[in-house]
């Protein structure tokens, strides 16, 4: 049989192995340098509480593509969740993202979903056409009190700069509604594993042709690779490279851990709006899974910080400095025949669990197609 090292044990890196070991044509390695597989998916029962905890901050599984919900399901049994957060601002307790009710609570009024639209148009910045950064693309869309109250602190927390610093579209990610649906997510599929995300990717590796190697740290191009038929790498791309052409920006997360009596917030995510507060949001493990009963309770306090050598990288920063050095980075890919680059720090966007896993398939039904094993 043909070897294949996968580089990454998270979504990506599952979703290719199963694949392409089912053919019964490949010897796939799977090496991980963390001590567990799932990357930053991983979950795993709290030693004291017995809750699932999600270890990398909360992960809620939703797509509307029934081919990917589908084969997450086959691995396992989703129960359906629907992620209804939070956001307190002075004192105020708020539904996000911004909604009839939000709209209402947030002014002292009563509209009707007509009425909220008109109003919320009446306060957005008319003078700005063409918004370029994150603070103009908020006051044009939601105006200057819901900019300040809802995005200012919390953005300059999460990204660690002013707003007018970062590029617009990462605000047209978050939606305004006008009625009373508080279900941060528009997909037609929402739900959180059974067991825990663990399970589902224990599943997709547990197979004859898929050893997997914890603790495993490769070097990138630096590796002797050539007893490898191919390569699917789904680490940082600098890194794959040694950073020849410097590091791609990233802003990490981490956590501060608590445990209670009871139950602490009464929700799953709740975040913190003011600048003042110095954690992003606070996330309540037990309330991921509404399905099991607990008498104690462990909750995170969620913290933002730049990414260094040795921290884990979260989120692409994607600034325009960032863009000119993943070009050259992206030039280097294009000569390497035998290495596929997958996943979110590989290709150096922000993806969600589905976009991932659909693009893990994609690409491995494409490379079986290639070797004329489709």
Not at 134 to 156: H, I, N, P, R, S
Not at 224 to 251: M, V, W
Not at 337 to 362: Q, S
């Amino acid at each position: 049989m043909k070897k294949v090292l996968i580089v990454g044990a998270g979504f990506s890196g599952a979703v290719v192995a199963n694949t392409l070991a089912k053919t019964g044509k490949y010897q796939i390695e799977v090496v991980d340098e963390r001590n567990h597989i799932g990357g930053n998916c991983f979950t795993e029962r709290d030693s004291v509480t017995n809750v699932m905890v999600h270890k990398y901050g909360p992960h809620i599984f939703h797509t509307s593509n029934e081919k990917v919900w589908n084969y997450v399901n086959s691995f396992g049994s989703f129960r359906p969740f629907v992620n209804r957060v939070k956001s307190i601002y002075k004192g105020e307790v708020y539904s996000m993202p911004i909604n009839l009710h939000t709209i209402n609570q947030f002014y002292g009024k009563s509209f009707g979903p007509a009425e909220a639209k008109k109003w919320i148009e009446s306060q957005g910045d008319v003078s700005i056409t063409d918004p370029k950064t994150f603070e103009e693309q908020a006051k044009k869309f939601v105006g200057e009190k819901l900019y300040k109250a809802f995005f200012y602190g919390y953005t300059k927390k999460q990204w660690g700069t002013e707003p007018r610093n970062l590029p617009a579209s990462i605000l047209k990610r978050l939606p305004v509604r006008f009625n009373y649906d508080d279900n941060y997510y528009n997909d037609v599929f929402q739900g959180i594993p059974k067991e825990g995300y663990t399970a589902i990717i224990q599943k997709m590796l547990e197979h004859a042709n898929v050893q997997v190697k914890l603790g495993n740290h490769f070097s990138g191009e630096k590796d002797k690779n050539s007893e490898y038929h191919h390569i699917f790498y789904t680490g940082p791309i600098d890194a794959y490279f040694s950073f020849r052409f410097g590091r791609l920006g990233y802003r990490t997360v981490y956590f501060k851990e608590y445990r209670a009596d009871g139950d602490f917030q009464g929700n799953a995510v709740i975040n913190y709006a003011e600048e003042e507060v110095p954690y992003t949001r606070v996330h309540e493990h037990k309330h991921f899974t509404p399905w099991e009963d607990h008498k104690a309770t462990i909750y995170f306090e969620e913290y933002s910080k730049e990414t260094d050598a040795e921290d884990i990288p979260y989120y692409p920063k994607r600034l325009e400095e960032d863009m000119e050095i993943l070009k050259q980075y992206e030039s280097e890919v294009q000569k390497l025949t035998n290495v596929t680059f997958l996943g979110r720090l590989a290709t150096y966007r922000y993806l969600d669990m589905h976009h991932i896993i659909e693009e893990a398939l994609d690409s491995a039904e494409k490379f079986l197609a290639k070797e004329g094993q489709s």
